[in-house]
């Protein structure tokens, strides 16, 4: 009986997100100029966000599955972080490291006259913060089952760490770099809290497919649930992806 609670909790405000879907007119929901705008900043961020997940995320995975040095735990920490902290805060704790008064943010504007709320660039930041852990915490795993025989193996024969590293830890990994890079994308696509708080809601530069379907819910309903309906198939795709990692277990 608890476990049927439990799936009821769980698909019942699916199914009546598609029981509301307006399915004779979704196609012309999702392709009107706001949509097709959104759509465009969401995958400019969610792949720029992806990208630089893997760039900075895969050798801090390395750092934490291999080295033993004192202050893994709290790295480990600092890491997870963002997935159990409010997205709203989140973005409030960017803006003001990263804002034009900002910790940070002001030394970038006063140097290089970077400035980073309310531009798109600022949305690939916020997503990137909220979508890292995902990606580091599922390659970090992969390098841990793996273990270092392969890669001592390889040093004894004369490998040297940056061969060793793309000869044999990459491609021993590959299946949980593409887990953690779909994992990511997907949490950067869907975020909406840190971005709307640290980079806003400007049409074609930061108004993502979750913004928009947070402003169409107060004058266009039908509108809101097509995109949602719109992101709940991308959801579902990126589990069906992942489906050897997960979903036969």
């Not at 890292?132 to 992969?142: H, L, R």
């Not at 890669?151 to 024969?157: K, M, N, P, Y």
């Not at 950067?188 to 049409?203: C, D, N, R, V, W």
């Amino acid at each position: 009986m608890p476990a049927a609670l439990a799936v009821a909790i769980l698909t019942i405000p699916l199914i009546g997100l598609l029981q509301r879907a307006p399915w004779s007119s979704i196609v012309e929901r999702l392709t009107t100029d706001a949509v097709v705008d959104a759509v465009r900043v969401s995958l400019i961020v969610s792949v720029s966000a992806a990208i630089a997940c893997v760039l900075v995320g895969l050798p801090l995975a390395w750092v934490m599955a291999r080295s033993t040095r004192r202050g893994i735990a709290a790295l480990r920490v600092i890491v997870l972080l963002p997935m159990v902290l409010p997205p709203v805060v989140g973005g409030t704790a960017l803006l003001f490291a990263l804002g034009r008064r900002g910790l940070f943010g002001e030394w970038l504007d006063r140097w290089f006259g970077i400035t980073l709320p309310f531009t798109t660039t600022g949305a690939v930041v916020a997503a990137t913060f909220v979508a890292m852990p995902f990606f580091v915490t599922t390659v970090e795993s992969a390098l841990r089952d793996a273990g270092p025989d392969l890669d001592e193996a390889a040093a004894t024969l004369g490998a040297g760490p940056w061969a060793t590293f793309v000869h044999v830890t990459l491609p021993s990994i590959r299946p949980a770099i593409g887990a953690g890079l779909a994992l990511s994308w997907a949490r950067a696509l869907g975020e909406f809290g840190a971005t709307i708080t640290f980079a806003g809601s400007l049409g074609g530069r930061t108004r993502t497919l979750p913004v928009e379907t947070f402003l169409a819910l107060e004058t266009d309903p039908e509108s809101a649930i097509a995109i949602s309906v719109l992101l709940l198939a991308i959801s579902v795709a990126v589990l069906v992806l992942l489906r050897g990692r997960w979903l036969q277990r």
